[in-house]
């Protein structure tokens, strides 16, 4: 399948764009390499030409090496050609360095930037793996300061502060982490929308992709991304090939859980779903049953409980706002019909949107009702939280901070209100997210328990020897390719 839109969405708005590469010895050359791809993804939607957008990139790492100036290439083919011919430098760190080139060289008009007195936007992007061996503080701030506007990346270990003190204000749309090189191409429609308010079509959320959208400067595809599935004739849809998987297993557990009942306590309550690649489209279904094990514990009516729901990935998508719905069962049926997102994690930016809009009058927010939000997370957020996260427990919104797999704990505490332990839970993988499912209830309702608890110890271990059964007897009829045991824990 493939839908045709018009091409170089950045045309009309004319760039100076630097980019500045981290090329130290951490990079490992198989990084070194996607950082290339990632590249010529930003290129992609760029209008390169002597008159539209000039284009300029510097690598460093003991010392800075121009690979080319803005005046350098006049077509974007000659640029992805030199992109792809760069070799690692492999040694130091010096980003300071690299950053006042950028300042003293590369954006002057001997290397091809026009006059300021044209007002081109002058970009740099800085892309960091590590910690600097030199001061930034300084050299950044004079930077800003002379007109460049400097988007500021970090990939794994990078101490967010530092990215901070490099990146222009607001720090939300300027300064991004991602956990490794692989996530960092998750970035790449942001920036498409920041630079040129392009347009991600798989955000647009129709295109009916049942696992992944994969978006590109004119188009998007869809693939399946669950073991064992490939898409149908219609391009969209995924049919399994015959493996099945312990997410599925492990979902009819959570479905055998009891719910508790919260009859008292009105509220208007949002939650804030990371849609983002790391998630992945089974453990998306998951958190689906989380929300909707939430709400089926909750009083929803026109008088009582009202409901509202954000996505986030690169970009925030509202499902549906407060009082939409009046009742768990409309709900339960709007959650089930979400489109997974499948891209970045912008958890600050999500925050923003749940703090601005979410809780206005507009989208259905009542005065002197409290206000709470649920938060969920599976990693680290690629922007900032602290502020707005601050701003909303400032505003009287009680926030839940739930975390999962690699979430970071010093950022689901900057999100949740205090004290951390009523208001922050954590668990290791989505297996345990039964356990977070019923704190959470004790913590917002007064529980009524099931005199039929599906989830005692005895029920949930006979549970685990029928799924281990019919897994051994998938194995041996070649249904299942390689032997799983299934633990609960």
């Given at each position: 399948?493939?839908?045709?839109?018009?091409?170089?969405?950045?045309?009309?708005?004319?760039?100076?764009?630097?980019?500045?590469?981290?090329?130290?010895?951490?990079?490992?050359?198989?990084?070194?390499?996607?950082?290339?791809?990632?590249?010529?993804?930003?290129?992609?939607?760029?209008?390169?030409?002597?008159?539209?957008?000039?284009?300029?990139?510097?690598?460093?790492?003991?010392?800075?090496?121009?690979?080319?100036?803005?005046?350098?290439?006049?077509?974007?083919?000659?640029?992805?050609?030199?992109?792809?011919?760069?070799?690692?430098?492999?040694?130091?760190?010096?980003?300071?360095?690299?950053?006042?080139?950028?300042?003293?060289?590369?954006?002057?008009?001997?290397?091809?930037?026009?006059?300021?007195?044209?007002?081109?936007?002058?970009?740099?992007?800085?892309?960091?793996?590590?910690?600097?061996?030199?001061?930034?503080?300084?050299?950044?701030?004079?930077?800003?300061?002379?007109?460049?506007?400097?988007?500021?990346?970090?990939?794994?270990?990078?101490?967010?502060?530092?990215?901070?003190?490099?990146?222009?204000?607001?720090?939300?749309?300027?300064?991004?982490?991602?956990?490794?090189?692989?996530?960092?191409?998750?970035?790449?429609?942001?920036?498409?929308?920041?630079?040129?308010?392009?347009?991600?079509?798989?955000?647009?959320?129709?295109?009916?992709?049942?696992?992944?959208?994969?978006?590109?400067?004119?188009?998007?595809?869809?693939?399946?991304?669950?073991?064992?599935?490939?898409?149908?004739?219609?391009?969209?849809?995924?049919?399994?090939?015959?493996?099945?998987?312990?997410?599925?297993?492990?979902?009819?557990?959570?479905?055998?859980?009891?719910?508790?009942?919260?009859?008292?306590?009105?509220?208007?309550?949002?939650?804030?779903?990371?849609?983002?690649?790391?998630?992945?489209?089974?453990?998306?279904?998951?958190?689906?049953?989380?929300?909707?094990?939430?709400?089926?514990?909750?009083?929803?009516?026109?008088?009582?409980?009202?409901?509202?729901?954000?996505?986030?990935?690169?970009?925030?998508r509202t499902e549906f706002i407060l009082g939409q719905y009046t009742s768990g069962r409309d709900i339960n049926r709007a959650v089930l019909q979400m489109q997974y997102m499948g891209r970045g994690s912008m958890t600050g930016a999500a925050l923003r949107h749940m703090f601005e809009y979410s809780f206005s009058a507009k989208e259905g927010a009542r005065p002197d009702i409290p206000r709470v939000s649920i938060v969920f997370t599976d990693g680290r957020s690629q922007d900032d939280v602290s502020k707005w996260a601050s701003k909303a427990k400032d505003a009287g919104i009680t926030i839940y901070a739930l975390g999962v797999g690699k979430a970071i704990e010093e950022e689901l505490r900057e999100i949740a209100s205090e004290p951390d332990d009523?208001?922050?839970?954590?668990?290791?993988?989505?297996?345990?997210?039964?356990?977070?499912?019923?704190?959470?209830?004790?913590?917002?309702?007064?529980?009524?328990?099931?005199?039929?608890?599906?989830?005692?110890?005895?029920?949930?271990?006979?549970?685990?020897?029928?799924?281990?059964?019919?897994?051994?007897?998938?194995?041996?009829?070649?249904?299942?390719?390689?032997?799983?045991?299934?633990?609960?824990?």
């Amino acid at each position: 399948m493939s839908v045709s839109f018009p091409r170089d969405l950045c045309k009309g708005k004319p760039l100076d764009f630097v980019f500045i590469i981290d090329s130290s010895r951490s990079v490992r050359p198989s990084d070194y390499e996607k950082v290339k791809i990632f590249i010529t993804n930003i290129l992609a939607f760029l209008d390169v030409g002597p008159e539209a957008t000039r284009v300029g990139l510097l690598q460093y790492g003991s010392v800075v090496q121009n690979e080319f100036s803005l005046n350098t290439y006049s077509s974007k083919a000659d640029v992805e050609r030199a992109v792809k011919a760069m070799d690692h430098l492999a040694t130091g760190t010096m980003t300071g360095l690299a950053i006042q080139y950028t300042m003293e060289t590369a954006f002057t008009e001997p290397e091809g930037a026009r006059p300021a007195d044209l007002h081109i936007p002058r970009i740099a992007m800085i892309i960091t793996d590590g910690r600097p061996q030199d001061t930034v503080e300084e050299v950044a701030a004079q930077a800003r300061q002379a007109g460049i506007q400097i988007f500021a990346i970090g990939v794994g270990r990078v101490d967010m502060n530092t990215l901070r003190v490099i990146g222009s204000e607001p720090h939300s749309e300027h300064v991004y982490l991602v956990a490794n090189f692989s996530q960092i191409e998750t970035l790449t429609s942001v920036f498409q929308s920041n630079l040129c308010g392009g347009i991600d079509y798989c955000d647009l959320g129709n295109h009916g992709c049942q696992h992944d959208c994969v978006s590109s400067p004119e188009s998007y595809v869809c693939r399946c991304t669950r073991e064992g599935y490939k898409l149908r004739p219609d391009h969209r849809t995924c049919q399994s090939n015959g493996r099945v998987g312990c997410w599925e297993c492990l979902s009819e557990w959570i479905k055998k859980c009891p719910q508790a009942v919260c009859g008292d306590g009105v509220m208007d309550l949002v939650f804030v779903i990371d849609g983002s690649k790391s998630l992945g489209p089974a453990n998306f279904e998951l958190v689906k049953q989380f929300v909707n094990g939430i709400v089926d514990s909750l009083d929803v009516s026109g008088t009582g409980t009202h409901v509202g729901l954000l996505q986030y990935s690169s970009k925030v998508r509202t499902e549906f706002i407060l009082g939409q719905y009046t009742s768990g069962r409309d709900i339960n049926r709007a959650v089930l019909q979400m489109q997974y997102m499948g891209r970045g994690s912008m958890t600050g930016a999500a925050l923003r949107h749940m703090f601005e809009y979410s809780f206005s009058a507009k989208e259905g927010a009542r005065p002197d009702i409290p206000r709470v939000s649920i938060v969920f997370t599976d990693g680290r957020s690629q922007d900032d939280v602290s502020k707005w996260a601050s701003k909303a427990k400032d505003a009287g919104i009680t926030i839940y901070a739930l975390g999962v797999g690699k979430a970071i704990e010093e950022e689901l505490r900057e999100i949740a209100s205090e004290p951390d332990d009523k208001h922050l839970y954590y668990a290791e993988d989505f297996s345990n997210m039964g356990e977070i499912t019923d704190k959470l209830k004790s913590r917002m309702c007064k529980e009524k328990p099931s005199p039929q608890d599906m989830c005692k110890c005895e029920n949930v271990m006979l549970f685990q020897r029928q799924v281990n059964e019919q897994l051994r007897r998938l194995t041996q009829n070649n249904i299942l390719y390689s032997p799983v045991v299934v633990y609960i824990l």
